[in-house]
């Protein structure tokens, strides 16, 4: 398994940013897949995730603004960014479970030590 964040960049807060991870290795549309950052001199903390059923789940620090979202046919999940603030800065990382349908309640979808597959981040720099 193997996953690609790409899409990161340089923008000015109220700025729009779409990022996207390319998985290889299984059938992603069987899979939760989540985002979570990075921002200096913190924790990485939980974004967004989306389960194999479709369901959302955000953050409250980024509900309203950023949606998450698939590809079955490309083997991708999205991640829409608008409204970038100064405090979105961060590396980003996409991720999945070890297993096929799993992981996929509120609380579950939040935990980092539920995802096994990482991809190596891309970065988001806001200016404000």
């Known amino acids: 398994v193997q996953l690609q964040a790409s899409g990161g960049g340089v923008v000015r807060a109220g700025d729009s940013l779409k990022l996207s991870c390319a998985a290889t290795?299984?059938?992603?549309?069987?899979?939760?897949m989540g985002w979570f950052r990075q921002a200096p001199g913190k924790d990485r903390e939980f974004v967004a995730a989306?389960?194999?059923?479709?369901?959302?789940y955000y953050a409250d620090s980024v509900t309203g603004r950023f949606t998450i979202s698939r590809d079955g046919y490309y083997n991708a999940v999205y991640l829409q960014m608008n409204n970038l603030k100064a405090e979105d800065t961060a590396i980003y990382h996409c991720?999945?479970?070890?297993?096929?349908?799993?992981?996929?309640?509120?609380?579950?979808?939040?935990?980092?030590?539920?995802?096994?597959?990482w991809g190596q981040g891309t970065l988001v720099t806001v200016s404000s």
């Open positions: 290795g299984r059938t992603f549309s069987d899979s939760t």
């Open positions: 991720a999945t479970p070890s297993s096929s349908f799993s992981v996929s309640d509120y609380y579950a979808v939040r935990i980092q030590q539920n995802y096994a597959f």
């Open positions: 989306i389960d194999y059923n479709g369901h959302t």
